[in-house]
């Protein structure tokens, strides 16, 4: 592979000229024939990411786009103005644990990048750093952590540069100390619970830490580890090779949990489909060689959780109730389809998640802008409503084994979080004293809007749009905006205040996000008229909510953004080969361009439940339609395009978003950049806030610079 040297007059002239002399890559056509439906891949080559010859070229793309990045002025004043927002913020807290009179939690202080592990003495008030990561080398990252009954170990979940194959470390409390255990690979997102006497920890095992592994997500196994033993050691609880009998798929994750009493182990078969095979076994099957295994709820059942207290089953299930509704029948004999209704469905909102505390079971009732926080009483099952500020209001228990306590987070578009500590038998909500850091906000109120809006979409169906605006807007479509939206596995797009969009809206930038089919914002049914054969409405409802900001005169096509993350890959990437004269600017970040190729990676087959698979003909046809990468038509002009990748990301393997860039600078007719941002200290997403405020302080200058914003168009000098 060559190698490329350019010298800073070449790029300039080029920035300025808007003629892009971008590394080479070869044309090598694969021809794939889907079901009579021939497809010509020239760019299959660069899937091959041990190649030298693919990993020179990634290297090539990024110095490409950071030396045309680096001619653009105000870059770094976007990123100290980040680094300023999120110091207003004070120091910002992740996960809360309590036992007895301390709390346990992951903070990041105000002028550090990373979190830490702390503990607060609730009597005296005082705080004490218990494990800085970085001890263990640069760029490591705490994940997730818990703690046994006593408070005498803590399992830290540890990561490095964004990357989500981690490692759990033991650190004994009672000496500040790690043990010598070392238990993985994990992904990051799997549970690991300490048993109740402190000596085991249950936890799903990855097959392999290979990243580059096609079966890196693939034949996991739920095992227990014996504190002090060596985890080669560590036995099976289940796996698709040592239970059979579970009928387990190899994509599938065995995730593994107790109950808050202890009484029984549960099991998931978990995927993207939250309607998962469920398990269950009584704590005692701990001790044998292996675990008898009752199942009690199937994929059928539509439920998509559970919460078990003594014997009884409580369900959340949108079975004959698209929004969702709680039921209950009896654990040791289950009836589900003649469970008692407990709460039953809101016409008009959708039952989003239920988390339990020892007594107590709630539940969160949301329509995609505001959340509300309700509780049942598990003994009397009287429902009661949480007084809380209006907004989006989660929560979770601080010691669902000992206590009622809980803490809750209340946000907004322009409201940033504030945490709330209750408990039902104390009354009401009240502010933390300890969660919460002094902040020193503008009042984002009195600078901007936010309106919120339905537009009819392609077939009139109503689709919900925030849009959020500087109050001394131009309504003549002069001003820049960011439209972005999601789409995928029921997940709503709900309102929360973001550090790098509140500096986009300091420039003078509209903030949009269209809440498309595929989320869950209207429920199950909004879901899945967003997914597999009905896919095409994400996209095409994206398309409506532009033209809206365009018809409007909020912005116009010269001036408009369009953004998607992940899943939303589909949905930028098919927006733009539908509708390249919309957008002057596509941000494609970390997402899904090549559905065709999807199911080839790691992390594919466990995308089939959403996107279906290639394998099927019908499901084939619907992929083909998604596919992005091979919608790219010669001469089309296309808009401006940055295409975010992380080296370290197992859910998009780099290569995707490689591809999509690759065809796009060899066939745009339009003259504009496209960019590949190749970033080696990120994957999918990551923790350390400078890494991310330098990726966005990068992606917002090129977008700003591509739609005439005057503070960041480089010199022509």
């Known amino acids: 592979m060559n190698k490329f040297f350019w010298s800073a007059g070449l790029f300039l002239a080029q920035i300025v000229s808007a003629q892009y002399n971008y590394p080479a890559t070869p044309e090598k056509p694969v021809v794939d024939d889907y079901f009579g439906t021939k497809i010509t891949d020239n760019y299959r080559w660069l899937e091959d990411l041990k190649s030298p010859d693919v990993q020179s070229w990634f290297k090539a793309q990024s110095d490409f786009s950071n030396n045309i990045i680096d001619k653009i002025p105000n870059r770094e004043t976007l990123f100290n103005r980040m680094k300023e927002v999120q110091e207003m913020n004070g120091d910002s807290f992740g996960v809360v644990m309590q036992r007895k009179n301390l709390y346990f939690y992951a903070k990041t202080r105000k002028n550090e990048s990373l979190s830490k592990l702390y503990s607060r003495d609730l009597s005296t008030g005082k705080e004490t750093l218990i494990f800085d990561p970085e001890t263990l080398g640069k760029n490591t990252q705490i994940t997730n952590f818990t703690l046994d009954l006593k408070a005498e170990k803590i399992a830290i979940l540890l ?31 799997f549970s690991f619970e300490f048993t109740p006497d402190g000596k085991s920890v249950i936890y799903t095992k990855m097959s392999t830490a290979d990243p580059n592994s096609n079966m890196l997500l693939k034949d996991m196994k739920a095992m227990i580890h014996e504190i002090g033993t060596d985890a080669k050691t560590d036995k099976v609880l289940a796996s698709r090779e040592d239970y059979p009998e579970l009928n387990a798929l190899t994509e599938q994750f065995t995730s593994i949990g107790f109950t808050d009493d202890y009484q029984y182990i549960i099991l998931r078969l978990s995927s993207v489909r939250s309607e998962s095979p469920i398990f269950v076994a009584p704590y005692s099957e701990l001790k044998n060689k292996k675990i008898k295994w009752r199942q009690i709820v199937k994929p059928t059942d539509d439920i998509t959780d559970i919460h078990i207290s003594g014997d009884k089953l409580f369900l959340l299930t949108h079975k004959d109730a698209p929004n969702y509704k709680i039921t209950l029948t009896s654990l040791s004999k289950p009836d589900i389809n003649n469970a008692k209704t407990v709460i039953p469905e809101s016409k008009d909102a959708v039952i ?95 600078l901007y809007e936010v309106k919120e809006v339905e537009v009819k979409s392609h077939d009139g169906v109503m689709v919900p749009l925030s849009i959020i605006y500087p109050k001394n807007i131009k309504m003549d479509g002069s001003t820049p905006a960011y439209i972005t939206g999601y ?217 700003l610079w591509q739609v005439e914003h005057p503070k960041f168009q480089p010199s022509k000098n």
Not at 172 to 186: A, M, Q, R, S, V
Not at 436 to 442: C, I, K, L, R
């Open 487 to 703: 789409g995928g596995y029921g997940i709503s797009y709900e309102p929360r205040f973001s550090t790098r969009l509140s500096v986009l809206l300091e420039q003078g930038t509209i903030i949009a996000i269209a809440h498309v089919r595929g989320g869950g914002e209207k429920g199950e049914n909004w879901h899945k008229t967003g997914m597999k054969a009905n896919k095409p409405n994400t996209w095409k409802d994206f398309i409506a909510c532009s033209e809206y900001l365009v018809s409007q005169k909020y912005t116009s096509p010269s001036k408009l953004i369009g953004n998607g993350v992940s899943m939303g890959g589909v949905l930028i990437g098919r927006a733009i080969t539908e509708r390249p004269d919309l957008f002057a600017v596509a941000i494609a970040e970390v997402g899904m361009t090549n559905a065709l190729r999807s199911e080839t990676t790691a992390n594919g087959p466990n995308q089939i439940p959403e996107i279906g698979s290639i394998e099927n003909k019908e499901d084939a046809k619907h992929l083909l339609e998604m596919d992005a990468q091979s919608k790219v038509k010669k001469g089309v002009k296309y808009p401006a395009v940055i295409i975010r990748t992380g080296m370290n990301d197992s859910r998009i393997v780099p290569w995707e978003p490689g591809k999509f860039a690759a065809i796009l600078q060899k066939n745009s007719g339009s003259g504009k950049p496209v960019l590949l941002y190749v970033n080696y200290e990120n994957g999918h997403f990551t923790s350390d806030m400078d890494v991310v405020f330098k990726e966005y302080a990068d992606i917002y200058s090129f977008a």
């Open 352 to 446: 989003i998640a239920i988390h339990s505390s020892k007594n107590y079971l709630f539940y969160s009732l949301g329509n995609g802008i505001t959340r509300d926080k309700y509780q049942i009483n598990i003994n009397t099952l009287e429902p009661k409503k949480v007084q809380l500020p209006p907004g989006v209001n989660s929560s979770l228990p601080l010691n669902a084994h000992e206590n009622d306590n809980i803490y809750c987070n209340n946000v907004n578009w322009l409201t940033p979080l504030t945490t709330y500590e209750y408990n039902p038998e104390k009354g009401n909500a009240v502010k933390s004293k300890y969660l919460n850091s002094e902040t020193s906000y503008p009042d984002y109120n009195q």
């Open 159 to 189: 990561s490095k540069s964004g990357g989500e194959i981690c490692n759990l470390k033991i650190l004994d409390l009672t000496t500040n100390k790690l043990l010598k255990d070392e238990i993985g690979p994990i992904w990051s997102e």
